[in-house]
C-alpha cells in the first residue's frame, strides 16, 4: 500500500477532534468531575468502567482494557480503517485530505466512480425538475404523495425513457464508459452499452458518509421488476448499507431509535409526516452488517412487518439472525394492521398514532414469549418435536432473565421435556453441547418410551412383541428394565386391563413416570395397525441400536485375534444386520 496518511495530517485531524463529541455520538455518556463515563461499547457490562478524558483526549476501559484517541475509537467502534477513521474525523472537521495522501487500494482507486455516480443523481434530479420532460415520474410522485420536499431531501430524480440518457450525457469517451460501467451506470453488452436505469423515478442510495454509491429505480407503472437496484460495485454493497440511514442521521441530532422498514417509499412516506428514523434494506434480508450498523447508530431498534403471514414469515426469518447479536438491546417488533405498509398507514394516521404503535409494539422476547407459545398445539403429533427445534436456537441467546424462565416453563410443559433439558441458557455453554441436547430433546418421545405408552394403552399390543427380535433387551438405557418386565407381566396375564397394570406398579419408582406414559393424548389416535406397526418400529429402532453398541463393543478390541470364535461370527452377524438394515 502507498500513500500513507502522513504523521503531521493525523495530528491536525486529532488537534481539531473533540473526541467526547466523538464518542458521545455513538455512546451516551454522563460528565463525572473531569471526566466521562459509561457502560462500556467493547464488552457487556452493568456498572460503567469506560471513561472519556477530555484533558488527554482518551478513552480508556478500566473493565476490559481497551484504549486510545479518537482515530481507535473510530476503528474499534465504526468498524473503519485507519484512513476512514482519519476522513472521518477531518470531514467532522472541515478539513481537506490533501490529495497526495490518497491512498491505493488493491485494485483500481474507486474515487472516479463516488464522481460519476453524483453527477448521475445530479442529472437525474434535474431530469425529475425540468417538468415537461418528465409529467408521468412528477404525477407518480404525487399520486404517492410525496412533497417536493422530501423528494428534495432524499435526492429523488428521473431517469428518462431511452438508452442513452447518461451514456450520451457522461460516457463521452471509451474510459468514462468504462468508469460508467463500473459504477453500475451503464450495462456493456456485447461491445456495446446503454443505459440501465430507463424511465425510473431515481432514489440515490447513500452511505453513512452522504456520498450517492448507487440507485434504487423504481418503475412509473406495472412493469416489472418494479424496483431495480444498483449491481454490486466496487462502491456498493446491498448487504452493507441500509437506505435512509445517512438521511436519518441529518434530519436528528442524535438518533433514539431506528425503524427498520421494508421499502424505499416507505422511509419517504414515513419521513415526510416527521418519522425521519427510518431505514429500509436493500432489497435483502437483514445482515450482521446491518445489524452492526443499526445497533450502533441508535439504542433502540423497531422492526416493522406487515401484519400478514409474509409478514410473520419476514419477522421470524429477522428474529433468528437478529437475537442472537441483540443481547440485552432495546428491541422491538411491529405488526401493521393486515393489508397496510408503513407508506399507507401513516398517510392515514399520522404521525402520532404510528408512534403509539411503536411505542405498544412488543419487545422482541416477547414476541418470542407470543410466537412460540400461542402457535404450539401439544396434541398434534411432532409438535412438540417441531417446537423444540424452532425454540432451542433461540432459547440459547435469551437473556437469563424472568420471561425466560416463564417460557422455558410453558414451552417444557407444552413438550413434555424437563425444564432442565430446554434450559440451555443456564445449563450449557458451547455448541456441541448444545446440538447434544438438542438431538435429545427432539427425540424426547424415545423408542422406549413410545413402546411402553403404547403396551400401557393397549396391554393386548404384547403379543405382537414376539414378531420383533429381542436384542433391545440388552441395551442399557433408561427405561429398558420396565419395558422388559411389562412385556413380561403381560405374557403372563394376557387379559390385563390398561389400568391394572397401571395399579401393578403402583409406589414403585416407576410410576409416576408409566402415569404419564398412560395419558391417551400423548399419542396420537391411529388405527390398530397404525399402533402395531409403530410398537413393532420402537422395539425395531432399539434392537437396531443394541446390535450397533454391541457392534462396536467387539470391534473395539484392539485386535480381532482376541475375539473368540463365536464373538468373530456373532460380529459378521452384526455387521450383515447393520447393513440390511442401511439399505
Ligand atoms: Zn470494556
Not at 223 to 231: I, V
Not at 385 to 398: G, R
Not at 523 to 531: K, N
Request: neutral net charge; aromatic residues 8%; glycine residues 8%.
Amino acid at each position: 500500500m502507498s500513500g500513507r496518511i502522513s504523521p503531521e495530517l493525523k495530528s491536525d485531524v486529532l488537534e481539531r477532534t473533540d473526541i467526547v463529541e466523538v464518542v458521545s455520538a455513538r455512546v451516551p455518556l454522563k460528565k463525572a468531575g473531569a471526566i466521562y463515563k459509561a457502560c462500556c461499547p467493547f464488552h457487556d457490562e452493568k456498572t460503567p468502567s469506560f471513561t472519556v478524558t477530555p484533558s488527554r483526549q482518551t478513552y480508556h476501559c478500566f473493565g476490559c482494557g481497551v484504549h486510545g484517541n479518537a482515530i481507535d475509537f473510530l476503528i474499534a467502534y465504526d468498524h473503519l480503517s485507519f484512513r476512514e477513521a482519519v476522513e472521518e474525523l477531518a470531514q467532522r472537521a472541515g478539513m481537506e485530505i490533501p490529495v497526495s495522501t490518497e491512498l491505493t487500494r488493491s485494485g483500481p482507486d474507486p474515487s472516479p466512480l463516488y464522481d460519476l455516480l453524483e453527477q448521475a443523481a445530479a442529472l437525474y434530479r434535474h431530469q425529475l425538475r425540468r417538468h415537461p420532460q418528465s409529467p408521468r415520474a412528477v404525477d407518480y410522485l404525487k399520486r404517492r404523495g410525496l412533497t417536493g420536499e422530501v423528494a428534495a431531501a432524499f435526492g429523488l430524480g428521473y431517469a428518462p425513457p431511452g438508452w442513452s440518457f447518461l451514456l450520451s450525457t457522461l460516457g463521452v469517451n471509451a474510459p468514462a464508459r468504462d468508469q460508467l460501467v463500473r459504477a453500475g451506470l451503464l450495462i456493456q453488452q456485447d461491445g456495446k452499452c446503454y443505459d440501465r436505469f430507463r424511465d425510473r423515478v431515481m432514489f440515490p442510495i447513500r452511505d453513512r458518509r452522504g456520498r450517492v454509491i448507487g440507485f434504487g429505480g423504481r418503475v412509473l407503472g406495472d412493469e416489472s421488476p418494479k424496483y431495480l437496484n444498483s449491481p454490486e460495485t466496487a462502491v456498493f454493497h446491498k448487504g452493507r448499507e441500509l437506505y435512509g440511514l445517512y438521511e436519518a442521521q441529518q434530519a436528528n441530532h442524535r438518533l433514539e431509535c431506528l425503524l427498520v422498514v421494508e421499502g424505499y417509499m416507505d422511509v419517504i412516506a414515513l419521513a415526510q409526516f416527521g418519522i425521519t428514523y427510518a431505514v429500509a434494506t436493500l432489497g435483502t434480508a437483514v445482515t450482521d452488517v446491518n445489524l452492526e450498523q443499526i445497533f450502533r447508530s441508535a439504542p433502540e431498534t423497531v422492526f416493522c412487518f406487515d401484519g400478514d403471514r409474509a409478514g410473520h414469515d419476514a419477522a421470524w426469518k429477522t428474529l433468528l439472525s437478529v437475537r442472537p447479536r441483540a443481547g440485552n438491546r432495546e428491541i422491538r417488533f411491529l405488526f401493521l394492521p393486515q393489508g397496510e405498509d408503513p407508506d399507507t398507514l401513516i398517510r392515514q394516521e399520522g404521525k402520532e398514532k404510528f408512534e403509539t404503535l411503536i411505542r405498544k409494539s412488543a419487545p422482541i422476547d416477547e414476541y418470542i414469549y407470543d410466537n412460540l407459545t400461542r402457535n404450539f398445539d401439544r396434541n398434534r403429533l411432532g409438535a412438540g418435536d417441531l417446537l423444540v427445534e424452532k425454540a432451542l436456537p433461540l432459547l440459547k441467546s435469551l437473556p437469563p432473565n424472568n420471561l425466560t424462565r416463564k417460557l422455558i416453563l410453558e414451552l417444557s410443559d407444552k413438550a413434555d421435556i424437563s425444564p432442565l433439558q430446554l434450559d440451555v441458557h443456564n445449563q450449557l455453554a458451547g455448541s456441541r453441547r448444545i446440538t447434544l441436547r438438542s438431538q435429545y430433546a427432539t427425540q424426547r418421545m424415545t423408542p422406549v418410551r413410545l413402546a411402553i405408552a403404547r403396551l400401557l394403552q393397549q396391554p393386548g399390543i404384547a403379543a405382537q412383541a414376539r414378531k420383533a427380535a429381542d436384542d433391545w433387551r440388552t441395551l442399557d438405557r433408561p427405561g429398558v428394565g420396565i419395558l422388559a418386565q411389562l412385556l413380561d407381566f403381560i405374557a403372563d396375564c394376557p387379559e390385563i386391563s390398561s389400568g391394572a397394570l397401571i395399579e401393578r406398579w403402583r409406589g414403585s419408582e416407576a410410576a409416576v413416570h408409566l402415569q404419564k406414559l398412560a395419558d391417551p393424548s400423548l399419542l396420537p389416535a391411529i388405527s390398530e395397525d397404525g399402533q402395531v406397526a409403530e410398537f413393532l418400529g420402537a422395539l425395531e429402532t432399539l434392537n437396531k441400536e443394541a446390535r450397533e453398541a454391541e457392534g462396536e463393543r467387539l470391534y473395539r478390541r484392539t485386535s480381532p485375534s482376541q475375539l473368540d470364535e463365536e464373538e468373530k461370527q456373532r460380529l459378521r452377524g452384526l455387521f450383515s444386520v447393520a447393513r440390511e438394515d442401511d439399505a
